[in-house]
Nanobody, 123 residues
Framework: QVHLVESGGGLVQPGGSLRLSCAASGFTLDRNTVGWFRQAPGKEREGVSCIGIAENYTFYANSAKGRFIISRDNANNAVYLQMNRLRSEDTGVYFC????????????????WGQGIQVTVSS
């Protein structure tokens, strides 16, 4: 079976950091493009970051650029999203998705999805 599982979410104060993990089973993640998406309360789902098959290709939403870093850990069949200097507007449910394009960056084009994990930024 193919599974994607997110971990590393939780509650953090503004200005803090979290590292989200997306671990895959049933297929080799380093052979697929991986995207991170989030859905804030009352908002539409939006793309946050994307990494191509080659690790030198990455993309970030304007809201994440300069604060978030996406990376691969091929030995553990995982992709990470390091989130720094978190803000209250970063609050939402974060999803990882695989086997879809970075361009165009549309969630509907991804084949595999994790269940989502909550990130809450609050004092």
């Amino acid at each position: 079976q193919v599974h994607l599982v997110e971990s590393g979410g939780g509650l953090v104060q503004p200005g803090g950091s979290l590292r989200l993990s997306c671990a895959a089973s049933g297929f080799t993640l380093d052979r697929n493009t991986v995207g991170w998406f989030r859905q804030a309360p009352g908002k539409e789902r939006e793309g946050v970051s994307c990494i191509g098959i080659a690790e030198n290709y990455t993309f970030y939403a304007n809201s994440a650029k300069g604060r978030f870093i996406i990376s691969r850990d091929n030995a553990n069949n995982a992709v990470y999203l390091q989130m720094n200097r978190l803000r209250s507007e970063d609050t939402g449910v974060y999803f990882c998705a695989a086997r879809g394009p970075c361009t165009p960056w549309l969630g509907s084009l991804y084949d595999y999805w994790g269940q989502g994990i909550q990130v809450t930024v609050s004092s």
